[in-house]
């Protein structure tokens, strides 16, 4: 439901006609260069598709060979694209299939595209994708691959995800935002580079996660001259301490999700803990986005905290792994005018 708001706020003839858990499949006239979408791991052009509810891709790839299907979008016109090569998915696996039928499809593709075969390494590739909603699809993959293993560090958030807990904070070029566990630098990078702000502090209480923070930013070139991002040490308990009350528009961030046990805490009780830290720095109408561990207790526990209201909670997988995302207001109660008698 993210994904389906920032695309209808940035594309006025948008035309959803599927919305699934990590898929969206919708109908613009802009060109892919000019989407400038943040959120997406992949960006496909959608050749065909059909609904399959018995996941019988091959089926799928028969009715595809049989129609000798011609379609503008196969051909290729880019001089750098040489080669192609074809991707089966079903249900986010890799499968293999019958190969004299593989070698069909792929006669189909070079005979329209007038690219090259290349199975181990090429300029395109076509998807022939399966999802469990019951539909298959045939795909040109229009973004490339970034090989995030080899450019974040472990457990560093994928820049995807900070942009949707950053554009989920209603981001303003006047917010004073604060991560406090700003951990790789994740969030406030993100945040800098897509949303401007006029402040942001970047704090965690792990010296060396400090060091990576600022090593990010001063090796960013967008980043290295900016001088309203603000890294620090500061451990949480003494957030109220370090910055003053009612002086932070958001607040983003990831909290470490087994640091409770370090601090002699059940989990419950290190959320709050760290919740009313933030209440205190946050403005009123401020907004909390926070990820989480996935947990059953996190509706119960917004209620206990003075001025919270838990306005979002999303369950999301993040790297395989159960979680939560949150989206929390804070909304002081106030007596304009009047006398109590």
Request: aromatic share 10%.
């Given at each position: 439901?993210?994904?389906?708001?920032i695309l209808?706020?940035?594309?006025?003839d948008l035309?959803i006609?599927q919305l699934?858990?990590?898929?969206?499949?919708f109908?613009?006239v802009?060109?892919?260069?000019?989407l400038n979408?943040?959120?997406?791991n992949n960006i496909?052009l959608?050749?065909?598709y059909?609904e399959?509810?018995?996941?019988?891709?091959?089926?799928?790839?028969r009715q595809?060979v049989s129609a000798r299907?011609?379609?503008?979008?196969?051909s290729d016109?880019?001089?750098?694209?040489?080669?192609?090569?074809?991707v089966i998915?079903?249900g986010?696996?890799?499968?293999?299939?019958?190969?004299k039928?593989?070698i069909k499809i792929?006669?189909l593709?070079?005979?329209?595209?007038?690219l090259?075969?290349?199975r181990?390494?090429?300029n395109?590739?076509f998807w022939?994708?399966y999802r469990t909603?019951?539909?298959?699809?045939?795909?040109?993959r229009l973004?490339?691959h970034i090989?995030?293993?080899k450019i974040?560090?472990?457990?560093e958030?994928?820049p995807?995800?900070t942009?949707?807990?950053?554009w989920l904070?209603d981001?303003d070029k006047?917010?004073?935002v604060l991560d406090?566990f700003?951990?790789?630098?994740?969030?406030?990078i993100?945040?800098?580079?897509?949303?401007?702000?006029?402040?942001?502090?970047?704090?965690d209480?792990d010296n060396?996660?400090?060091?990576i923070?600022?090593?990010k930013?001063i090796?960013?070139?967008s980043?290295?001259?900016m001088?309203?991002i603000v890294?620090?040490?500061?451990?949480?308990?003494?957030?109220?301490?370090?910055?003053?009350h009612?002086s932070?528009?958001?607040?983003?961030?990831?909290?470490?999700?087994g640091?409770?046990q370090?601090?002699?805490?059940?989990?419950?009780e290190f959320?709050?803990?760290?919740l009313?830290k933030?209440?205190k720095v946050l403005?009123?109408?401020?907004?909390?986005?926070?990820l989480?561990?996935?947990n059953?207790?996190?509706e119960k526990?917004?209620?206990?905290?003075?001025?919270?209201?838990?306005?979002?909670?999303y369950?999301?997988?993040?790297s395989?792994?159960?979680?939560?995302?949150v989206k929390?207001?804070?909304?002081?109660?106030?007596l304009?005018?009047?006398f109590?008698l």
């Amino acid at each position: 439901m993210i994904v389906k708001d920032i695309l209808e706020k940035h594309i006025p003839d948008l035309k959803i006609y599927q919305l699934f858990d990590g898929a969206v499949l919708f109908d613009t006239v802009k060109s892919y260069e000019k989407l400038n979408m943040y959120c997406f791991n992949n960006i496909f052009l959608v050749i065909t598709y059909a609904e399959n509810k018995n996941g019988d891709i091959e089926s799928f790839i028969r009715q595809i060979v049989s129609a000798r299907l011609h379609d503008d979008t196969i051909s290729d016109d880019s001089k750098n694209h040489k080669t192609f090569r074809v991707v089966i998915s079903s249900g986010n696996q890799f499968v293999s299939i019958n190969e004299k039928l593989k070698i069909k499809i792929e006669n189909l593709i070079s005979s329209q595209s007038k690219l090259k075969l290349n199975r181990s390494s090429s300029n395109v590739e076509f998807w022939i994708l399966y999802r469990t909603e019951g539909f298959c699809y045939f795909l040109k993959r229009l973004s490339k691959h970034i090989a995030y293993e080899k450019i974040l560090n472990k457990g560093e958030l994928h820049p995807e995800i900070t942009f949707l807990m950053n554009w989920l904070s209603d981001p303003d070029k006047n917010d004073i935002v604060l991560d406090p566990f700003c951990g790789n630098g994740s969030i406030p990078i993100g945040r800098a580079l897509i949303f401007p702000a006029k402040k942001i502090f970047a704090l965690d209480f792990d010296n060396n996660m400090i060091s990576i923070a600022k090593n990010k930013i001063i090796g960013n070139k967008s980043l290295s001259d900016m001088k309203n991002i603000v890294i620090k040490k500061v451990d949480i308990k003494y957030l109220d301490e370090e910055l003053l009350h009612e002086s932070v528009d958001k607040i983003v961030t990831d909290p470490p999700w087994g640091s409770y046990q370090n601090l002699n805490m059940e989990i419950e009780e290190f959320c709050k803990m760290i919740l009313l830290k933030m209440e205190k720095v946050l403005k009123n109408n401020g907004i909390i986005v926070l990820l989480l561990g996935r947990n059953d207790y996190i509706e119960k526990l917004a209620k206990t905290i003075p001025n919270l209201s838990l306005e979002k909670n999303y369950n999301v997988l993040i790297s395989g792994k159960k979680a939560n995302l949150v989206k929390l207001r804070k909304q002081t109660n106030t007596l304009n005018g009047g006398f109590l008698l």
